[in-house]
């Protein structure tokens, strides 16, 4: 194993240990445990009861739970060094929460990032189904790619 493959394994084993933990973390800006995600509903957090289904759900599956949609989107936010804010719509006309951010529509396709995150969703999935078959390799033994195996961190993909 190459330098770069253990890097690469290192990354994503924190990735898996550290996603329950961010998932119980308490989440600000008035988006509640749905910060950043591809679904809708209103903001919200913290205990206020139960939370709506995610919705417009176009690349990740219809019937995944909130939890899991969170799981996913904190992984692209440490991928790409950003914020939820960077692909979903501040709610039209929400007032500021305690903590001086305005609530996050999540369903909303008004950001043209959000149309790149779906391509580029696509494209990682298309391509960790094909690398295995086309490798001759059982998917188990195939490492997969991830948002952070390009973009490092940085919103642009780093090339070097």
């Keep these: 194993m190459n330098k770069r493959s253990i890097v690469v394994w290192v990354v994503i084993l924190v990735i898996v240990l550290a996603l329950p933990l961010l998932a119980q973390a308490p989440q600000g800006g008035g ?39 969170v799981q996913v989107m904190q992984a692209f936010t440490m991928g ?9 719509a501040e709610q039209a006309g929400a007032q500021p929460g305690a903590n001086g951010q305005i609530p ?20 990682v999935g298309e391509i960790n189904t094909k690398l295995g078959s086309e490798l001759g390799k ?13 973009h490092r961190g940085s919103a642009i993909p780093k090339t070097q």
Excluded: F
């Design 31 to 69: 988006q509640g445990a749905g910060r950043g995600q591809e679904r809708g509903g209103g903001g919200g957090g913290g205990n206020r009861g139960p939370q709506p289904p995610p919705t417009n759900l176009q690349v990740l599956p219809k019937d995944w739970t909130r939890q899991q949609v």
């Design 80 to 88: 790409l060094g950003v914020q939820c804010n960077y692909c979903h």
């Design 138 to 150: 059982p998917a188990a033994d195939v490492v997969q790619v991830q948002c952070i195996t390009c």
């Design 104 to 123: 996050l529509d999540a369903a909303s396709d008004a950001k043209p990032a959000k149309k790149t995150a779906r391509v580029m969703m696509k494209m």
